[in-house]
């Protein structure tokens, strides 16, 4: 069983920038592809980026590219999302995933493991 805790959540105003984090516990964690993924209120949740279990390769949303970046830290169980030049309409809350099998889809079926989520605000 995996354990994920997002952090760095937070209100910003547009074309501010945010690092969320997310903790997983186990031992395990280097072998598992991860996700970010968000929810805005009244939506479906949405793929918004993932990263490889050796962080060699990413995979992103059109919405988000170029602005975000994902990158992991397998000795600190820790995966990140740097998210620059944020847009109102990033507003949602992000949750982070763990593809046990390796993945690192942008479904989010493949995904095993979920945090509780962290809520970003980007006022305009």
């Known amino acids: 069983q995996v354990q994920l805790v997002e952090s760095g959540g937070g209100l910003v105003q547009a074309g501010g920038s945010l690092r969320l984090s997310c903790k997983a516990s186990?031992?395990?964690?280097?072998?598992?592809?991860m996700g970010w993924f968000r929810q805005a209120p009244g939506k479906e949740r949405e793929f918004v980026a993932a990263?490889?279990?050796?962080?060699?390769?990413?995979t992103y949303a059109d919405s988000v590219k170029g602005r975000f970046t994902i990158s992991r830290e397998n000795a600190k169980n820790t995966v990140y999302l740097q998210m620059n030049n944020l847009k109102p309409e990033d507003t949602a809350v992000y949750y982070c995933?763990?593809?046990?099998?390796?993945?690192?889809?942008?479904?989010?079926?493949?995904?095993?493991?979920w945090g509780q989520g962290t809520q970003v605000t980007v006022s305009s």
């Open positions: 995933a763990a593809d046990a099998g390796g993945r690192g889809t942008t479904a989010i079926n493949d995904y095993d493991y």
């Open positions: 186990g031992r395990t964690f280097s072998t598992y592809a």
């Open positions: 990263i490889s279990w050796s962080g060699r390769s990413a």
